[in-house]
């Protein structure tokens, strides 16, 4: 079936790293994305790795992908406070249109 | 490039009103989507357009009607509101369905009385 989960929220200090973290369930997905969606506004893609992949780092963000486990993660180095939003984990289904979403994980950057 | 555009962005009606959400993008985009999303769920899709003159089924259609009416513009209209169709509807487009980035209106906040 088609699952995606991540926890529902996660506070750091502002020049900590955050790690938010996604597991799915479907093991033909080919596109795994995250997604920052600020208050108000629509979703804003961060970045995304192939499913042949472990691990791409674009700036500040690193992501690791976990095949075998199907785990997915985001980390943030030195957090600031406009981090602080929700951030989606979505998979892309092979052979398929659908874009399946997590429920969310709330961040919240403390000063 | 404005990207992708919904209006309204706030909309009150009454159980039984109809109504049509708009979704514009000047992206050239081939596919084009309709998601919902409700408090503490992700987003899920109620339609997508896989190219223009093409409409299919997401997740959760029930009680909603799509219309691609060119390449830049996909519809939604609510024949007959519900209360349970209460949510933030998003609007998004890729270049063509499958594998291509999705990107995001910024939402049009419903709230059926």
């Known amino acids: 079936g088609e699952d995606v989960e991540q926890s529902l929220f996660l506070s750091v200090r502002e020049g900590d790293s955050s790690v938010i973290n996604c597991t799915y369930t479907d093991s033909s997905s080919t596109y795994l994305y995250w997604y920052k969606q600020e208050p108000g506004a629509g979703l804003q893609l961060l970045t995304y790795i192939f499913s042949n992949m472990d691990m791409k780092q674009d700036q500040r963000l690193t992501v690791l992908l976990n095949k075998k486990d199907k785990h997915l993660s985001l980390r943030i180095a030195d957090t600031q406070t406009g981090d602080s939003a929700i951030y989606f984990c979505a998979e892309l289904m092979d052979s398929s249109y659908k874009l399946i979403f997590g429920s969310g994980t709330r961040l919240l950057v403390r000063p | 490039n404005a990207g992708v555009t919904q209006t309204p962005k706030f909309q009150v009606l009454k159980t039984g009103q109809s109504m049509t959400l708009q979704c514009a993008q000047d992206?050239?985009?081939?596919?084009m989507y309709w998601y919902r999303q409700d408090p503490g769920m992700g987003l899920r899709l109620i339609y997508y357009s896989a190219s223009e003159g093409t409409t299919d089924k997401g997740e959760v259609p029930n009680g909603y009607n799509v219309s691609r009416l060119n390449k830049r513009e996909f519809s939604l209209r609510l024949e007959s509101a519900a209360p349970s169709q209460t949510s933030v509807y998003f609007c998004?487009?890729?270049?063509?369905?499958?594998?291509?980035?999705?990107?995001f209106g910024p939402g049009t906040r419903l709230t059926v009385l």
């Open positions: 998004a487009s890729s270049e063509k369905a499958g594998r291509d980035t999705q990107y």
């Open positions: 992206m050239n985009h081939n596919s």
